[in-house]
């Protein structure tokens, strides 16, 4: 009623310095609220944390996080403790004593824990984990289970993760009374959707989806030549002068090859990839955030669950592993909401490149196809002249999109904008087309 409403908006200021919702953040609450399992599709930066987090900070009882990278956690834990919400994390390198802590905490009489976050790893490993669960439902203190990333069990998305599919137990154990599960994620087909909903035995869930057009983002997309990564970024440079970027890269040694081309030209680059240990990765992360360097040249390892808003280009030098995947990574630009650049250098060569990799790549014949798939998608993605890329995006995410919103923004694709400089020139390509299937 209203009294919900109010105190939403009241907890949204007081709590987290908020003064609206966003995207569909305040109708997922309340369904969480209400009880039912709740499923939300909603584009990175979107804000899907403040879904669970704010239901955990108005109803009593604690709140279990599932969530698959230690990074993820520990960014999440550091920022509910600086908002003053009782929050730990369970993770494998904590010492024995933090973790004697926290289970004293939770078995107490008034857990001061609000947010209790933890891999998939543990929920399959700790059966003393587990029994403090059904303590806390019977004592009515299991508020709710998250599954943050979502996409993580379902084998056809891009981080497939076994002890995910465990989470499905879940379900079963504590559904008497049901404990509310909400499972979050930004990388979704349809396919992947009801895989992910099917899996959890979440089919009866609530679906929240949000739109996944990013108005300020220009997609681009240029053949790559010799210099073209070097024009490119020299533009970038007066563009955005002192303003971040990231150039995605195909290999650890492509990343420290790009890095010096870059440097050579007098930018500040760093390289970021699976091959550094943890403790260079870290520092290069934070001296990224911290805008000690403008770019940051990595593979695919960067990224997840980082949050810098004014990140105002993102560069493939070499091609994505997935639409999904292109998605979430230019996705990272522009999270400010102001105008930002993604542009992707185009070889046929590199998508030869990629498909060695897979087929060189230790997995089964299913999942290897479907990478080969995804490749192929890529592909024709890159090569397509006709249609928006923005409309080619979201479509793959089932959603319908009028490419005149594209055309009359202000950050049009490349396709858009050729199109509106000389609007026969598509139509000029389509026939030449026509001629060549006949031939
Ligand atoms: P997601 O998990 O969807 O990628 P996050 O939950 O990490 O996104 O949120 C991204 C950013 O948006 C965070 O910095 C968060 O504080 C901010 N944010 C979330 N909700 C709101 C809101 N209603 N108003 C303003 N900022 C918000
Ligand atoms: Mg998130
Ligand atoms: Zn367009």
Redesign the pocket.
Known sequence: GADMNEELYST?KSKFG?N???HR?KQCILSTLMGNDTFVL?P???????CYQLPAVILPGVTVVVSPLRSLIEDQKMKMKELGIGCEALTADLSAGAQEDIYSDLTSENPTIKLLYVTPEKISASGRLISVFYTLHRRGLLARFVIDEAHCVSQWGHDFRPDYTKLSTLREKFHNPPVPIIALT?TATPKIVTDARYNLKMQNSKLFISSFVRDNLKYDLIPKAAKSLINVVEKMKQLYPGKSGIVYCLSRKECETVQMMLTKAGLSAEVYHAGLNDGLRVSVQKGWLANKFDVICATIAFGMGI?KPDVRFVIHYSLPKSIEGYYQETGRAGRDGMPSYCLMLYSYHDSIRLRRMIEEGNTTTGVRSMHLNNVLQVVAYCENVSVCRRKMLVEHFGEVYDEQSCRNSKTPCDVCERQRKNPEAIRLFDVSNDALSIM
């Open positions: 949204l908020f609206q919702f966003r953040q909603m990175t930066g979107a804000g899907k944390s403040l930004a949050d």
